[in-house]
């Protein structure tokens, strides 16, 4: 498992091809939302939080289907399935590495959206890490269950997002609504049914990825 994660951590820092691609799509949207809705600030700072997970999730499209597509381009899914280790265990180590992708894509997105939306990013930050962690391991949870079987297609650039976004809605507008709270200064312990939702939406999926994920590769 530890090998795997190196492996697609070694590859990601010498191309940088995916977290390059994941700021400028990100920011990109930023922008087109800004400038095509015609928000005042005061409505910018209300859609902040919108803005912000929409930017996140179609941009994590891009990422998460990519250390997959590339075992399958390579020829290496095979070696991967037999190797001597659980197939659950090669799911998770796929989603660590998406997880830190998307993490390390948020924290350079983070300075761009405070500075066009004037959210008070920095003051509730130690709040808001928690909130955009429980996201994103969701997001990847669900997205790395399935590019595997979105990989073996020829549209497999559209098949990916076909399958994990209507599973993904759940837990996006839970991510909106408790990222809404914290921007708005309320603590974590107040989140209510929006946290539950998030962290449950999270166990159900990597339990659920870890089991089925062998299913899955056998398809």
Known sequence: MGAIIWKDLLIELRSRETLSSLVLLGVLMLVIFQFALNLSPAETRKLAP??????????????IGRTLVAEREGGCVGALMIAPIDRGSVFLAKLVVNVLLLSAFEVLLLPIFAAMTDAPVWAVLPRLVPVLFAGTLGIAAVGTLFALAAAGTRAREMMLPLLALPLEIPL?????????LVLGGARLGA?????????????????????????IAVE
């Open 50 to 63: 919108g803005l912000l997970w929409t930017a996140i999730l179609f941009s994590s499209s891009l990422a």
């Open 172 to 180: 996006v507008i839970a991510a909106v609504q408790a990222t809404d």
């Open 191 to 215: 989140l209510g049914a929006w946290g539950n939702l998030l962290f449950s939406f999270d166990a159900l999926f990597v339990a659920a990825g870890w089991l089925a994920f062998e299913h």
